[in-house]
């Protein structure tokens, strides 16, 4: 893409006659422009304010909302006249040489921690999936969280952010410990955030900026979120020795006991699964001592079956 068709592209896009192709396509290049040793001041200078003034009129305590895009109009504007020559010769000097990945799952029954390339550690908790890079190149450090949750503790690199990829949202940052819950079975994706700023954006929005106990909730299916302030050690309490779940429904439950117990459920109640529940859990539990708890609270009978878990 030369330096013509970007300022098309933008100029298209500022009179909101953009595909969802080339509204992916900005994004990117929006992002790109944080790499840019020459550009990133001014690129920060920018953005940070905009989102900021987009967060002041959109977002409601405790309200979910979709973001107005007519700021990031005026962001398409500015950037014609002073980024175009910028994404031409960041573009130009791209070489699309293969990237090797490497997939690494945590087995259900067990967390793993793993180190990436640049010193970013990484806890997956049971059954979760992570691709990353086998090297990250200059410019940048992406990998996805395919299934699951996790918690980065980012190691900070000014001049390359760090990037994790959940479906449609992607999480960026330059150096910061986050949480990210990507279930596919659950409708929401969340990121807490526990020490520095994270940005979150989807494929058509930015969804703000994020700092220290803070968390979105993100409604795949809507494509609309939610900003909360949240104690830390219910957030993160999966990786300590108690596990503390506020407000779930049951079928998040059930997706944590799967992957935490290596079981399955079967129950027949839709209602069930939408029904929700505040539950603390310790970790050092059996399956059978926490099925008991859940026999309690709801009255229903929990009958283990090998590893098959059957609810009457």
């Known amino acids: 893409m030369n330096q013509k068709e970007i300022k098309r592209l933008l100029h298209k896009f500022n009179a909101g006659k953009c595909t969802d192709d080339e509204l992916l396509l900005l994004q990117q290049l929006m992002h790109n422009l944080d790499t840019d040793v020459k550009a990133g001041d001014k690129i920060k200078a920018l953005k940070q304010p ?5 967060e002041k009129q959109t977002i409601g305590k405790g309200k979910v909302r979709r973001l107005n895009t007519v700021w990031l109009k005026v962001a398409a504007a500015v950037l014609v006249a002073v980024c175009a020559g910028l994404f031409y010769s960041k573009l130009a ?30 806890q997956l908790n049971a059954g979760t999936t992570l691709k990353f890079p086998v090297s990250f190149g200059d410019a940048k450090r992406e990998v996805t969280l395919i299934n699951g949750e996790a918690f980065f503790d980012v190691k900070h690199d000014v001049k390359r952010p760090f990037m994790v990829h959940t479906a449609k949202v992607t999480t960026q940052v330059l150096g910061t410990s986050f949480n990210i819950k990507f279930y596919k079975e659950l409708r929401d994706l969340q990121v807490y955030v526990n020490s520095g700023k994270v940005e979150v954006h989807d494929q058509h929005h930015t969804l703000g900026f994020y700092t220290p106990r803070q968390q979105l909730t993100y409604n795949k299916q809507h494509e609309s979120f939610t900003r909360q302030e949240l104690m830390a050690d219910h957030a993160l309490s999966w990786m300590h ?12 439950i059930t997706v944590y006991l799967q992957n935490r117990y290596n079981v399955n459920f079967k129950y027949g109640e839709k209602r069930l699964a939408q029904q929700h529940y505040s539950v603390r859990f310790s970790n050092k539990l059996s399956i059978k001592q926490v099925l008991d708890i859940l026999q309690f609270i709801d009255g229903r009978k929990y009958k283990l079956n090998g590893d098959m878990v059957i609810i009457k």
């Open 50 to 54: 905009l989102w900021e003034r987009i």
């Open 93 to 122: 000097t791209h070489k699309n040489e293969p990237i090797a990945y490497q997939v690494l799952t945590a087995p259900k029954g067990s967390m793993k921690q793993v180190m990436l390339p640049d010193s970013t550690t990484v």
């Open 241 to 252: 020795d108690e596990l503390i779940l506020d407000n779930v429904s049951f079928k998040e």
